[in-house]
């Protein structure tokens, strides 16, 4: 069967290298992908929002499936346009439709489907422009730091937590009047800031049974210690030490039991990934938020340490037969440490040349920011590389992912040192 990923990260390289595995998979291919699925499939350079060009791709390469990536082709409806299509219909996309895709599109929306559902979740309330000034009471009414998250898609930028009561007036005006994120904070929720260590939960779900993938913790701040600018993610570990059974037995009764349920509750026949973002408070789960596909550079922890074949889950979802297929997890520690551009996540240059990331032979060297250009391998984003290691400890894996970085190079190439500092 021919497939084709949507997207072009370290995510989308994971899934590839993890679908070219099965021997079920005659053929890969990935739009717009980077210089690492290039070597295991088919780039073809198209934005996975243009539906009509993903369309064309699809039929002239007799593609059977869709794997969605990143979120925006989710949110802005690609599942719908397949199933609107008559020459599409029938070709499952794994990713849900605009319904389900508004837990991750619409902040507002997803605190109102924990509330109405039982989800556990920090109180919020919404504010725009008209009702400001309400947005400045309910601010009053909480304690610092301040949480303002944009309702809508912005590129992961939306969310600010403020220590400073006068600082949040600011922000909260600047989001609604000024338009800060454009027309995603045009809506803006606030919410109690959740306190306690914050960790991933991903569950593969076909509509009706789910499977509860490995836990992960990532790191968003560029600099050591979590501090500095946030990031699309500059590392992450798999499995969460203290995500112990008790723990996760919680998360699957109080969380994603009545997530799944909620779906179906509400009609919503959601077939893809569920990234349950989670604050653990004393033991005690509480969402933060949920996003509609995998994480990145979560993925490139938790599919290496996943035994069975993806695409015979992936087949499992769209025929709503999930709860069929076996389901075994390594118990090894994966980590992983993004390599990234200069001067990243502000200004930073691309078409820097990376040499020896073919000799890392210990780590799996995913591709993020990666283009060939005559015939090298050139830096094209702000994250480059994810090395991921797998080890009995995370000191072990770590080890194993910065003895391989010391081999891989490219101007100006910065990483963090710390990754897993708070969990060793």
Do not use: C, W
């Amino acid at each position: 069967m021919n497939i084709l990923i949507l997207g072009s990260g370290g995510r989308e390289h994971a899934f590839a290298l993890k679908l070219s595995k099965s021997n079920k998979v005659t053929q890969l291919f990935v739009a717009p992908g980077n210089a690492g699925t290039h070597t295991i499939a088919k780039n073809i350079n198209i934005n996975p929002t243009d539906f009509k060009a993903v369309k064309d791709v699809v039929l002239q390469n007799d593609i059977k499936m869709v794997v969605v990536g990143p979120e925006a082709p989710l949110v802005n409806g690609v599942h719908d346009f397949f199933l609107a299509d008559n020459e599409l219909k029938n070709i499952p996309v794994i990713g849900p439709k605009k319904d389900g895709a508004l837990l991750e599109g619409s902040k507002d929306f997803s605190k109102q489907f924990m509330q109405k559902h039982g989800v556990p979740t920090a109180k919020y309330r919404s504010f725009t422009k008209d009702n400001l000034k309400d947005g400045f009471s309910f601010l009053e009414t909480l304690e610092p730091p301040f949480v303002l998250k944009a309702d809508g898609l912005a590129a992961g930028k939306g969310v600010l937590i403020l220590n400073s009561l006068d600082e949040a007036k600011v922000e909260l005006e600047e989001m609604v009047s000024n338009q800060k994120f454009g027309e995603a904070s045009s809506t803006v929720v606030i919410e109690e800031f959740l306190k306690g260590i914050e960790l991933s939960v991903f569950v593969l779900t076909d509509g009706k049974s789910y499977k509860i993938l490995p836990s992960a913790k990532d790191y968003k701040r560029i600099g050591e210690g979590d501090t500095g600018l946030n990031t699309g993610g500059m590392g992450a570990i798999s499995p969460v030490p203290f995500a112990d059974k008790a723990f996760l037995d919680k998360v699957e009764e109080l969380v994603v039991k009545p997530t799944i349920n909620g779906l179906q509750k509400d009609g919503i026949d959601y077939r893809g990934f569920i990234f349950i973002g989670l604050m653990n408070d004393h033991g005690n789960p509480s969402v933060v938020e949920y996003n509609v596909r995998m994480g990145d550079p979560e993925t490139e922890v938790v599919l290496p340490r996943i035994e069975s074949d993806l695409f015979d889950l992936f087949e499992g979802v769209a025929n709503q037969t999930l709860h069929e297929k076996s389901f075994s997890v390594s118990d090894k520690i994966a980590t992983t440490v993004m390599l990234v551009s200069g001067g990243y996540p502000e200004a930073y240059q691309k078409n820097k040349e990376i040499t020896g990331f073919d000799s890392v032979s210990e780590s799996i060297v995913y591709h993020a920011g990666t283009v060939i250009k005559d015939d090298k391998v050139v830096t094209s984003g702000g994250r480059v590389m994810a090395i991921t290691s797998f080890g009995d400890t995370i000191q072990d894996a770590l080890t194993k992912s910065y003895n391989s970085i010391d081999k891989i190079n490219f101007e100006k190439m910065n990483y963090r040192k710390d990754i897993g500092f708070d969990l060793i």
